[in-house]
């Protein structure tokens, strides 16, 4: 079956950039998201790549996609501590179905 | 603010009793979908719902049931409850079908916890 594997945890210092990294095994993902999760709220929809591209660029956030090793990424530029949060990769395989299947998350803590 | 409310906020209950969650879209959206989330684990799909009809489903025993109504609001029906279904449960509204979810938008969750 589908399978999303996050790290659980990165650390980084308020201004650097943040990378957080996600492999997923199913070759027939269509498409990839990824979601911010803050303490006691929802799932927010930070970005989503389709699988025939290979980097998608959004303000601070960078995601790569490479397709032949099935990794993503996604790059936060001048982190902040309003970024700290949890941040889930998503993959569904698209063709009409809806069956998405989220890695556990990776929980970034931003330090001063 | 997504404009995506769930009720209630918190709620407990006891091994084998049954429980009803409910969400309200946000205004236009015609599809619903409700996910798991057990603590430190990432969301897992239950089931969608597009106009009225089950568009959808993950790997849930049928004791998870689910309703949309004309309004496009939704309830999730667990029967016989388990510890094990103790959780944040998510619901997402987004509006075209098959639109693979990058137009969902979540609520804040039910946090259920069974004792």
């Known amino acids: 079956g589908e399978d999303v594997e996050q790290s659980l945890f990165l650390s980084v210092r308020e201004g650097d950039s943040s990378v957080i990294n996600c492999t997923y095994t199913?070759?027939?993902?269509?498409?990839l998201y990824w979601y911010k999760q803050e303490p006691g709220a929802g799932l927010q929809l930070l970005t989503y790549?389709?699988?025939?591209?290979d980097m998608k660029q959004d303000q601070r956030l960078t995601v790569l996609l490479n397709k032949k090793d099935k990794h993503l990424s996604l790059r936060i530029a001048d982190t902040q501590t309003g970024d700290s949060a949890i941040y889930f990769c998503a993959e569904n395989e698209g063709g009409g179905s809806y069956i998405p299947t989220f890695g556990r998350g990776t929980s970034l803590i931003v330090h001063p | 603010e997504t404009g995506v409310t769930q009720s209630p906020t918190h709620l407990i209950k006891t091994r084998g009793q049954q429980v009803t969650l409910r969400c309200s879209s946000q205004s236009g959206h015609n599809t619903v979908s409700w996910y798991q989330q057990a603590l430190g684990q990432g969301p897992q799909f239950i089931f969608q719902?597009?106009?009225?009809?089950?568009?959808g489903r993950g790997n849930f025993p049928p004791r998870f049931s689910g309703l949309q109504f004309p309004n496009y609001s939704s309830e999730l029906n667990v029967n016989a409850l388990e510890l094990d279904d103790s959780a944040l449960y998510l619901c997402?509204?987004?509006?075209?079908?098959?639109?693979?979810?990058?137009?969902?938008?979540f609520g804040p969750g039910t946090r259920l916890t069974v004792t």
């Open positions: 199913d070759s027939s993902s269509t498409y």
């Open positions: 997402a509204s987004s509006l075209v079908r098959g639109r693979e979810g990058y137009e969902q938008y």
């Open positions: 719902y597009y106009r009225e009809e089950e568009n």
């Open positions: 790549i389709f699988s025939n591209m």
